[in-house]
Each structure stands twice: as structure tokens, then as C-alpha cells.
């Protein structure tokens, strides 16, 4: 498996942060000059999704459909049977929230290669409240048949996952997030869609994050060894198709799971890690993430820390877990 | 395939049409029925005249494209390019049933020919934007046409008055579309369940160019249809008012044969009643 590699940086305050949509917006220009086939479409909101970057560099292959979330993918969907692979933006509250039905039909089911746009996901729409924080959109994209759904760690996480959807040219879902985080990978980082990563080795515990929470899965995992407790980490930055065989013989050495998302656990991440271990290796586990609640406005970092999602939160979760759950035997 | 028929060949062959549907949903045992017939000259207008395609060549890269945003009236289409020579006449049978290429709603990877997947309402025009925005800006093919169809009722689905706006807005003018007014949808009728009128004044003020015809009249549908594909600076929409079960007076204007299909004894006087409406058909089709 390819190394993968954390920033010099990672554990220190200068670390670069920027928004993981700023990713998106920089891999499709690439993939549009890579490939001319690439269009792209947005629903009013060009720059925030940063579509903007691609509509400046292409105008003619840009859609603007206004804000009707609907038709963007109806839209899309057309594009693509005339033989191109489009990337229809929004935020995710709206798309797939509100274009779900038009993203089974006329994407899933009709298996044309268009590429859902969800930015500011989850918490990451902060301020906004809760109207805007789209919390459900793994739960009702990875049901359904036919989709990958990814979640970038961080914007050059993005980028990768960006040209690698533009060049799988098959029905998706990429979840950004608008605020600034850390970027801690590096461009030799491997990203492979499909694919989970073991990023810190461990052997008391495991955490699994996606999206922003690979971060601060390790900042508890530094937390935790200073307290004598090895957690390892693992990222999973797509989860459908879920990547079992990787996630199931990494959690068979530590015997106890813990997820960690910014969405709700309950068809979210902690769902997919459940169904995997109930099928495959039942162990003990914990989901950290939204559970059956809204959020409210406040920034990305005020959320996660009143939601338990921050390093020093999870840390403490972890702690309280591991004490009270025997470590599974096989 | 365009022009090889002459009015009455083509009259006839809206009849044989007919009966092809009515012997396929009874087969089936469920299906649209009154759509379906009501329907039967617009697309056999469509396939034996109005678009360029190759029925031995589905593929054919300057084919016009058809997207059935009414997708419950897939029977119609299916009778149509069955006659049409895309598949054998014995295909129709295997309408609804399980392992069949001819699914109750049109799907596109089991039968690539039907172009999208559609039926969920209000979802046929937006796609038809994507199809005809790429073909006159990025692909620039200007010869080929994308022609749409869509129920009354289903302009309820505010989804079709976004793709509305979005056509006017890039003046894509290769988008005909036929709106089949037949005044019925599953509840009763559509003034009841939700007035669409006044339904020309709502397409001009949207930016379309409009023609009402009568939509049991194939050269008027012949006619509409060229006169749509004339007009090149704006989309185009014929409002074709039929009548819902056309062919079948026991169905004519009723409602409840919108989602039903008939049983044997009603298949039997229906295929009677089509017949007797022409005296040229005699006999079974098949």
C-alpha cells in the first residue's frame, strides 16, 4: 500500500489552511484542459462553489441554470448523453438535498457520468444555521446504487479527488467544505478513488474519519499516546464503494472502532463502518458525529468543539470507550 | 424513413399503432391506457415522418434525439419504433413483464435506443436543455433536433418551468416540444386538480414560441413540427390538445383509463372499435 504522507507541518500552528472546495475548483480547470468533454454547471452560485475558476477558463462549456437545483442535474444528465462528463455544483444542502430524485433517475439509474457538487457540507456552512448545514447528504447518496461518494480531507485531497472523478467519468457525489482547514497532505500523498488509508499506525484502538475529521482524528491520536494509548487512524475519503477489505484488516489488529464525521452517524460514515463490521467482524464501536440533531450557526470550529468533534473532544470519547469496552479476540 | 409514407399511410399507421397498445397493455395487465392512445398520431407522426433517424442504426450520430418526459406512455413509443423496425413486432408482448428490454417506464441502459431514462415527472425538459445546450454551443450541430414530449398534467412539477426558463434563456431553439393536453391526469381533470390555463399565455410569457393544433390531425402535427423547426430564434412548444383514449369510445375522455389498462373482454371491443372507426383494416394485425 502507497505511504501515506503528512505535512511537515502537521503538528504545528503554521500549518496552510484553505477551504477544501478551493481544491475542487483548481482540479477542474485541469481536468478541463485535459479533457475537452469536461462542462460544468451551477445553480447561482459560481464563485462559492468555485466553479468560477472553470466558467472564467471555459465559458462555453459553463451552464449557469439559476437557482433551480432540479433542473441542474435534469441538465447535467442531458449534457452527459450527448458525451460529456459534467460537474453540477451547489451547495449540498440544496445538491443532492433538494435534487436527490433527479440525481437517482436521471444519473444513477440512467448511468450517465455526472459529477454532484455539494459545497459547504455539514457543519462547514457555519454561520448559516442549521437550514444550510446538509448533515444527510452521505446517508441519501450512498444509498444509492451506482454512485461514488467522496469526501475530501483537505483541498489538495480535493484536487486529486477531483481529476480522478473527472476521469472515472461515472455517476458521483464530492462533499466539500467551505470553510478554511488544515492541508496536511502533500501532493505525493496517494489518493486512488474507492480507497481507505491507514494514516497513523496504532494498536489499542481505531479511529476512522472522513473529510475534516481525518485531522482531527490525529490530533486525538497525539493526545491519546501521550496518555500511553497507540490509536490508529484511518482516512476514508470514499465512502461508496467502501474500501471493507482495507478498513477490516486494520481494525482486526485493535480490536475496537471508533468513527468520527461531520454528519449525521446514522446513515453517515458510522453506518457504513457498522454494516462492514456487523457483516464481516463485529466489534465494539463508538460513532462520534451528529446523532439525530440539527446544528445551529456558529464557525466550523465552534461547531465541532460544542458537538464533541474537535481533537481534545475525541480524545476524551476515545479514553471513556476504551475503558469501558473489552478490546475484541479473535 | 422521413417522407417515405403518404397522410393516409401514415393515418393507417397511427391505427395499427392503436391496436399494438392495446394489445400490449392488456398483456401486460397494467399500464397507461388513455395516454397512450391519445398519443398515437403525435408519434407515429414523429417516427414515420418528422425526425431524422435510422432504426437499424440507433446510434446514428446525426440522429434527432427524443426524449419522453411522459415516460408512462411508453407503450405509444414502443408500438411506434416496434412498426418503426427497431425491434420485432413480437417484442410488444413482453411489455411490464419481468427480464423485458420494454421496462413500464423507458430506461435507457436496458434499451439504449429510448436515448434517457425517464418518467418521474418534470424531469424530460431539463435533460432535453443539457442535449439541445450541447448540441448548439459546444457541439454546434445545427442539423439535429431534440423533440420532447410532456403530459398536461405534469406541468404541475415546478422542475419544468425551471427547464422552461432555462430554454428561453439560451434561445435553444432546436427544442420542440409536444405537450400533450389531453385536460386529464391520475386525480381527474387537470383544470380540477390544478389549473394549468391559461396554458398558451404561460409558455409566450416564459419566452416560447407557441402553435395549438389539433393533435388527431397528422398533417397539422406534420405542418407544426416544420413550422417549429422554422422559427430559430427561440424554443418551441406545440401544445397538441388530443383526446385522452382516443380510438376507444368507452375510454374517450375519461380519466379513470389514465393508469389502467384493459382486461380481455375490453381489450376485444377496443381493437373492435379502433377497427371499425377505418373499414381499410381488416382482421387481426398480427
Known sequence: ?330 | MSGQLTLSQLEHMAMIVRQDIISMLEEAGSGHSAGSLGMADVFTALYFNIMQHQPDDPSWSDRDILVQSNGHIVPVRYAAMARAGYFPLTELKTLRKLGSRLQGHPERVILPMMETTSGPLGEGLGQACGMAYTLKYIDKQPHRWVYVTLGDGELDEGSNWEAIMLAAKYDLHNIIAFVDRNNIQIDGNTEDVMPLEDLRAKWESFGWHVQEIDGHNIESIIDAAAMARAITEKPSVIITHTIPGKGVDFMEYDFHWHGVSPNKEQAKDALKKIRSMDGRIEGDHE
Open chain 1, 1 to 330: 500500500m502507497a505511504h501515506f504522507v503528512l505535512s511537515d507541518d502537521m503538528y504545528k500552528d503554521t500549518i496552510q489552511m484553505e477551504p477544501i472546495r478551493k481544491g475542487l475548483g483548481k482540479g477542474l480547470v485541469k481536468a478541463g484542459q485535459e479533457d475537452e468533454r469536461i462542462v460544468a454547471l451551477c445553480a447561482d452560485l459560481t464563485e462559492s462553489t468555485q466553479i468560477h475558476l472553470f466558467k472564467e477558463a471555459f465559458p462555453e462549456r459553463f451552464v449557469q441554470v439559476g437557482i433551480a437545483e432540479q433542473n441542474l442535474i435534469s441538465v447535467a444528465s442531458g449534457m452527459a448523453a450527448m458525451g460529456k462528463i459534467a460537474f453540477a455544483s451547489s451547495f449540498a444542502a440544496f445538491n443532492p438535498g433538494r435534487s436527490w430524485e433527479q440525481i437517482r433517475t436521471t444519473v444513477c439509474l440512467n448511468d450517465q457520468p455526472v459529477i454532484v457538487v455539494g459545497s459547504h457540507a455539514g457543519l462547514s456552512a457555519g454561520a448559516d444555521g442549521a437550514t444550510h448545514q446538509m448533515l444527510e447528504d452521505i446517508a441519501i447518496t450512498r444509498a444509492l446504487p451506482n454512485m461514488t461518494v467522496v469526501v475530501p480531507t483537505d483541498s489538495l485531497e480535493a484536487e486529486k479527488a477531483t481529476l480522478a472523478l473527472a476521469k472515472q467519468g461515472k455517476p458521483a457525489y464530492i462533499r466539500l467544505c467551505r470553510e478554511a482547514t488544515p492541508v496536511y497532505t502533500t501532493p505525493d500523498t496517494p489518493f486512488e478513488i474507492g480507497k481507505a488509508y491507514i494514516v497513523r499506525e496504532g494498536h489499542d484502538v481505531t479511529l476512522i474519519g472522513t473529510g475534516v475529521t481525518v485531522y482531527e482524528c490525529l490530533q486525538a491520536a497525539r493526545e491519546l499516546a501521550e496518555g500511553g494509548l497507540e490509536a490508529q487512524v484511518i482516512s476514508v475519503p470514499t465512502i461508496s464503494p467502501l474500501d471493507r477489505e482495507t478498513i477490516i484488516d486494520a481494525v482486526r489488529k485493535t480490536g475496537r472502532v471508533v468513527t468520527v464525521e461531520e454528519a449525521q452517524i446514522n446513515g453517515g460514515l458510522g453506518s457504513a463502518i457498522a454494516e462492514t463490521l456487523g457483516e464481516e467482524l463485529p466489534m465494539p464501536l463508538l460513532r462520534l458525529g451528529m446523532n439525530g440533531q440539527f446544528g445551529e450557526s456558529g464557525t466550523l470550529y465552534q461547531l465541532l468543539d460544542k458537538f464533541g468533534l474537535t481533537g481534545p473532544h475525541i480524545a476524551g470519547s476515545v479514553r471513556e470507550f476504551v475503558r469501558k469496552m473489552p478490546r475484541y479476540h479473535q
